[in-house]
């Protein structure tokens, strides 16, 4: 697949607009050889994306027309709407890349035009950021469909962000009982206190906001900002199994095992270490032996709308606590709230250590391998930098 062209100045500004009205997309490049076949190859940001927000899962889905599949699609423009349909396919050939299109589209694009699509009320939304000034759109007098929709997604955000915090702060200095006495254990008692389900951590937690809680005792450590598995078909070892088997360690009963951080510099004690590949836009996952050994990769860009999605909107949550009889106990003290990060320093931190990747192979415990990104505090202010701090 090619690479997305640069945006413009004109495009950068469509994108910062709908990022600060709370607009969660993925974008896509209608490439003139596309437009003329009705054609748009998925790429992995977009794939995540429709993934995470409910659209499509092209994972569960089959080669062939038969199995095509059709959500509802609006292409909006400067004062109109235009109602049609999005299709999501695998087609017999070529292996079956995954594909989609939203009918109509050629008669409001050319090529080499970019779209940000976004998904609302179960309908799958497009605005052309190469012609179309949305800021311009979005402050005229007059009411049209895409000031409608971007005023609606943005009044919704503002609410459940007021509705939360009104939530911790009408339990302000009430003590709770950890459900379990476990590193997880105020997360899920946060969960139940909100009446959500434990997630598999891939989407946001309360409607549409991600939490992430700590101990005020241990501020001072990192804070987990996602997990992601590496790109095992670019790969050289192919699983965390095959991970442990030529890096792992045995434990002192006997189990082979791999846990352990890795950071660009130095190498950890296995001789593991991370190198941000910018020309082929790759994170390497290397060992330093007698000579570099390649062990894994993760794509940038699907790194960088991880982040994105994940964290669009967070409640970084931090409790006072205290063990008393062999239980915990803890009370809220503070909630950070942070909104749109800065995908473009993603790659900076993780070079300057700031950003680290625990892997957990073959645990012990017998909880899945995991690969865990964390980013130390002193970063917080610059992967983030619109953020409040309430009292509770």
């Known amino acids: 697949m090619v690479n997305m062209r640069p945006f413009t100045e004109f495009e950068q500004n469509n994108l910062k607009f709908l990022v600060n009205q709370n607009v969660k997309f993925t974008q896509v490049e209608i490439t003139p050889t596309g437009l003329k076949k009705g054609i748009l190859d998925s790429t992995a940001p977009m794939r995540a994306y429709f993934l995470e927000e409910g659209v499509h899962n092209y994972s569960e889905q089959l080669q062939g027309p038969e199995f095509k599949q059709m959500r509802n699609a609006i292409i909006l423009t400067e004062d109109s709407q235009c109602i049609t349909q999005a299709s999501f396919y695998r087609p017999n050939t070529k292996k079956g890349d995954p594909r989609m299109w939203i009918y109509k589209l050629g008669s409001y694009t050319e090529g080499s035009d970019i779209h940000v699509l976004f998904y609302f009320n179960e309908t799958l939304y497009s605005i052309n950021i190469t012609r179309i000034d949305i800021e311009k759109c979005y402050n005229t007098v007059i009411i049209t469909p895409m000031k409608e929709v971007l005023m609606e997604i943005n009044q919704i955000a503002n609410s459940v962000s007021e509705e939360l915090l009104g939530k911790f702060r009408s339990v302000g200095g009430q003590w709770f009982e950890s459900e379990v006495l476990a590193d997880t254990g105020i997360g899920r008692t946060i969960e139940s206190f909100l009446g959500i ?156 250590n700031i950003i680290t990747v625990d892997l957990l192979l073959s645990r012990p415990s017998g909880h899945g391998d995991t690969y865990s990104f964390k980013i130390k505090k002193k970063g917080m202010p610059l992967l983030f930098p619109e953020s409040i701090i309430y009292t509770i």
């Open 197 to 352: 389900d434990m997630n598999s951590d891939k989407t946001p937690d309360y409607k549409g906001i991600e939490l992430k809680s700590h101990r005020e005792k241990r501020s001072s450590k990192k804070n987990v900002l996602f997990t992601q598995t590496p790109d095992w078909d670019l790969s050289v070892l192919k699983s965390g199994r095959e991970i442990v088997a030529k890096y792992g360690y045995t434990t002192d009963e006997g189990k082979l095992t791999y846990q352990n951080t890795v950071q660009c510099s130095p190498p950890n004690s296995q001789a593991l270490f991370l190198n941000v590949n910018h020309l082929d836009e790759l994170l390497e996952l290397q060992a330093e032996r007698n000579k570099i050994e390649d062990v894994a990769v993760w794509h940038l860009m699907k790194l960088h709308n991880r982040l994105l999605i994940k964290h669009h909107e967070t409640f970084w949550i931090e409790v006072e606590n205290e063990i008393n009889d062999g239980k915990e106990y803890f009370r809220y003290k503070q909630v950070e709230h942070t909104k749109n990060p800065n995908v473009g320093q993603f790659d900076v931190l993780i070079e300057q």
